[in-house]
């Protein structure tokens, strides 16, 4: 098969993926074009690109892969509401109706969101877990290896142990709903008043600001681990199955208790409970990946699913040493399942090529969303009268765009093709200097306009990692892994301080993109993977001796990263952004005649 269509739609994060003899063409998820964040629509747009970036019909697929079977998941959810009934009826009528309208009949669903879609052309359905194995092991520099994927749930499963070897995956152990860690990790989420499947990244970061005070009850009361890392939840504490709230009253009693409402102030005991889950979701998973590494008999490990996100878990994995080498999947949620879909489908009727090369090597660089031409930047920015400028020179562009760093401006930075993942990686960034004490705030408060306690990570010039981070050697391209700081970067810290006053103080050369306990998620550069990004880091090195920059998605809280150059622009325009640089163009905020009415920002209780 040449072309293979791969998607993913209908609960979150949909996303449209294509594969032109086994190479990865193009891959999107649909927020970036419907503005809508974590769109779980059909991703008719991102398919579109898809097809329009390769220069092809829908007649031209060969075969249109989902990645999970909807019958076998409507069956779980049936015989869950039957299993809880009468209770599970209360939510039962509001999720019939979607479920008879598109999603059991999936195969008419495609059909009406591809048009001309030949009648003739298969139209597959992987397994949902299936789907992320295939997302990390084929993609990966490795011929063998074990893999591990973790979510809410999928089907049934919500966590496997995979071999991958070649071309072919083999599923070894599974542990299946409703024990999971993704949904028990969510459940603490909304607990701790964030929004589940995009606020996990927030309990990430608040944990360091807490103690572990709650990890013995957790264990006493919610989760049994067992030494190979499967695990048993008592349900008692939850309401997941017979309605829309993971948690009740029980569960309330034991951590203190009602819920934090969304946009209060955090109380120090949600701090106690967020390091208290993240602690438990670390120690979960380094038994799940150690058991991963004894079945397999592998010394290299391949992680996707939502809970591959969790970057600090994926660090404990690293320092373990249980792995020579782990590859975690960029987009290990559920946009991920479109490509991982499309690959398993292209391995298992394809065998006889070898598909490795092609795959693994196409990877390496995650640029695979849409491009803008000069033209596209301009007629944009004509289009909304804005004052800007063009230097024609890249040394001479990167030269200025460093100076604005070194000032402590803050840039915002589109290049090439957009990123496949929830991370920014160079192409669709916001940028300043990590050596400001005061950057984290201001662009936390004044641009992202979100909580004042999120961290930022670093981006660092891969050749200079181990002059600040203890890595180890490692590399971390998709920004998946967080360590240490190392000692001689560090500055003492006197005094007891906890909570969020712990803000106040300077920890390390680089205040800005170092946390409360002296750790940061990286992300290494070199010059394959992006050069001019790779060339903006030496030219601030040039400039200030310092290879590191901060490096946060291009966006605001609640919106997905921007697409095109009409997004970018209005998120300037609408923040404090100091400059604004797309391809060769760009744009001094002081510059601007017709100022777009900018975001009222309301506080955020701390």
């Known amino acids: 098969m040449k072309h293979i269509l791969g998607i993913s739609a209908f609960y979150h994060d949909s996303a449209a993926v294509l594969l032109k003899n086994g190479d990865i063409v193009a891959a999107a998820q649909e927020e970036r074009f419907?503005?809508?964040?974590?769109?779980?629509?059909?991703?008719?747009?991102?398919?579109?690109?898809?097809?329009?970036?390769?220069?092809?019909?829908?007649?031209?697929?060969?075969a249109v892969t989902?990645?999970?079977?909807?019958?076998?998941?409507?069956?779980?959810?049936?015989?869950?509401?039957?299993?809880?009934a009468p209770s599970g009826w209360k939510t039962f009528p509001r999720v019939l109706p979607s479920w008879l309208s598109e999603k059991l009949d999936l195969r008419r669903a495609i059909r009406e969101g591809i048009p001309e879609l030949p009648p003739d052309c298969p139209i597959h359905f992987t397994q949902h877990h299936e789907s992320h194995a295939a997302s990390a092991f084929y993609p990966s520099p490795f011929d063998e290896a074990a893999i591990l994927t973790v979510d809410g749930v999928g089907e049934w499963a919500t966590t496997t142990i995979a071999r991958g070897k070649s071309h072919t995956m083999e599923i070894l152990k599974e542990i299946r709903f409703p024990h999971s860690i993704g949904l028990l990790y969510s459940a603490f989420t909304a607990y701790c008043g964030f929004r589940i499947n995009s606020g996990e990244y927030k309990l990430?970061?608040?944990?360091?600001?807490?103690?572990?005070?709650?990890?013995?009850?957790?264990?006493?009361e919610l989760l049994d681990v067992?030494?190979?890392?499967?695990?048993?939840?008592?349900?008692?504490?939850?309401?997941?199955?017979?309605?829309?709230?993971?948690t009740n009253e029980r569960f309330n009693r034991l951590f203190g208790g009602p819920p934090r409402k969304p946009e209060t102030i955090m109380e120090p005991r949600f701090m106690d409970i967020a390091r208290s889950i993240q602690q438990v979701t670390e120690e979960t998973m380094l038994k799940l990946a150690r058991h991963?590494?004894?079945?397999?008999?592998?010394?290299?490990?391949?992680?996707?699913?939502?809970?591959?996100?969790?970057?600090?878990?994926?660090?404990?994995?690293?320092?373990?040493?249980?792995?020579?080498?782990?590859?975690?999947?960029?987009?290990?949620?559920?946009?991920?399942?479109?490509?991982?879909?499309?690959?398993?489908?292209?391995?298992?009727?394809?065998?006889?090529?070898?598909?490795?090369?092609?795959?693994?090597?196409?990877?390496?660089?995650?640029?695979?969303?849409?491009e803008y031409s000069a033209e596209d930047i301009r007629a944009t920015l004509n289009a909304h009268d804005a004052v800007f400028h063009e230097e024609k020179e890249e040394t001479t562009l990167l030269e200025q765009v460093a100076q604005w760093l070194s000032r402590k401006h803050v840039v915002g930075w589109m290049q090439g093709r957009m990123e496949y993942g929830p991370r920014a990686l160079g192409n669709r960034s916001i940028l300043g200097d990590p050596r400001s004490r005061d950057m984290q705030s201001q662009i936390n408060r004044k641009i992202k306009f979100r909580e004042s306690f999120r961290p930022f990570a670093p981006v660092v010039l891969e050749?200079?990692?181990?002059?600040?981070?203890?890595?180890?050697?490692?590399?971390?391209?998709?920004m998946l892994l967080v360590a240490d700081l190392i000692q001689s970067k560090r500055k003492p810290v006197s005094g007891n301080q906890s909570g969020f006053a712990s803000l106040q103080t300077e920890r390390s050369e680089l205040p800005a993109i170092t946390h409360v306990d002296y750790s940061a998620r990286i992300q290494t550069v070199n010059?394959?993977?992006?050069?001019?990004?790779?060339?903006?880091?030496?030219?601030?090195?040039?400039?200030?001796?310092?290879?590191?920059?901060?490096?946060?998605?291009?966006?605001?809280?609640?919106?997905?990263?921007v697409a095109s150059p009409d997004d970018a622009y209005r998120c300037f325009m609408n923040t404090e952004m100091d400059y604004l640089v797309m391809g060769r163009y760009w744009l001094a905020k002081t510059d601007q005649v017709h100022q777009a009415p900018r975001q009222t920002f309301v506080p955020i209780p701390d």
């Open 34 to 62: 419907t503005r809508r964040k974590n769109d779980e629509q059909f991703p008719e747009q991102a398919i579109r690109f898809c097809l329009d970036h390769a220069g092809i019909k829908s007649k031209d697929l060969d």
């Open 66 to 84: 989902f990645y999970d079977k909807p019958i076998t998941k409507f069956a779980r959810m049936l015989e869950t509401y039957l299993a809880v």
């Open 204 to 220: 990430m970061g608040l944990a360091p600001y807490g103690q572990p005070a709650y990890v013995k009850t957790i264990y006493s």
């Open 226 to 246: 067992k030494d190979d890392g499967s695990f048993w939840l008592n349900m008692d504490f939850f309401d997941f199955l017979k309605s829309n709230t993971m």
């Open 292 to 370: 991963a590494g004894e079945i397999t008999g592998q010394r290299k490990l391949c992680l996707a699913g939502g809970v591959a996100l969790n970057c600090v878990a994926n660090g404990k994995i690293l320092q373990d040493k249980c792995f020579d080498q782990i590859w975690i999947q960029p987009a290990s949620g559920d946009a991920g399942g479109a490509l991982g879909s499309a690959l398993a489908i292209w391995h298992a009727k394809d065998r006889h090529t070898r598909a490795s090369r092609i795959t693994r090597s196409s990877f390496q660089r995650p640029y695979l969303g849409p």
């Open 463 to 478: 050749e200079r990692a181990s002059d600040f981070f203890g890595l180890d050697g490692h590399i971390s391209p998709y």
């Open 527 to 561: 010059e394959d993977q992006n050069r001019i990004f790779y060339r903006l880091l030496k030219a601030f090195e040039a400039e200030t001796s310092c290879p590191v920059l901060i490096n946060t998605s291009f966006n605001v809280r609640g919106e997905p990263i």
